[in-house]
């Protein structure tokens, strides 16, 4: 049987490393690539194409929700399990729309990655038990705290482009930076950062940061 090609998508090496001791443990998978840097790993999943790619919901320059959104627009082949530390509701929903195949938790993601390849290769979806837990719960009657939280998701409120600005200011961009890695002018960039203050009714920088880190879409 041809094995299984995968793609690891994180910034944080160890994990990657523990990953791929799991993985090359059987003859099944085979590690076709890696990185931890966003844009990086756009680039390499389309040259590669490889069967399936576990990616970090939070690299750097361009967040995992966005490259999946761009991977199962342009390959709707492609297999997708998300790794996280968040059990977010918001990133887990947007996610599953997007077509995303398994959900994993960081902290138990040692735990879960054979049991989530095995579903996710049989066309099934897989969520870390502690995912399904929290989406049953969350699904129960809502209360109106519950409701009010959901009309103001950051999904309802910023595009895909300005969360993807959003991002990279939290990171530190400038706008010049952001400018020339998203290949759009100065001032389309400087009218996309007007308008997330705009909404998110925040008036500098420092806290668009800090609400960026309470969203998830940074880690400190």
Known sequence: MKPVKIYLADDHLILREGLKHILTETERYEIAGESGDGREVLEQVERIKPDLVILDISLPSLSGIEIARQLRKFNPNIKIIILSQYDNEEYI?????????????????????????????????????????KLVKDYLPHTKDKEVKKEKSIFSILS?????????????????????????????????????????????????????????????
């Open 93 to 133: 929903e947007e996610l599953l729309k997007y077509g995303i195949h398994g959900y994993l938790l960081k902290d138990s993601a040692a735990d879960d990655l054979l049991k989530a390849l095995a579903e996710v290769l049989k066309d099934n979806i897989y969520l870390s038990p502690q995912v399904t837990k």
């Open 160 to 220: 895909a482009r300005e969360r993807e600005i959003l991002k990279l200011i939290a990171e530190g961009y400038s706008s010049e930076k952001i400018s020339t890695t998203l290949w759009i002018s100065p001032k389309t960039v400087k009218t996309h950062r007007a308008n997330i203050m705009r909404k998110l009714k925040i008036g500098n920088v420092a806290e668009l940061v800090k609400y960026a880190i309470k969203q998830g879409i940074v880690e400190i």
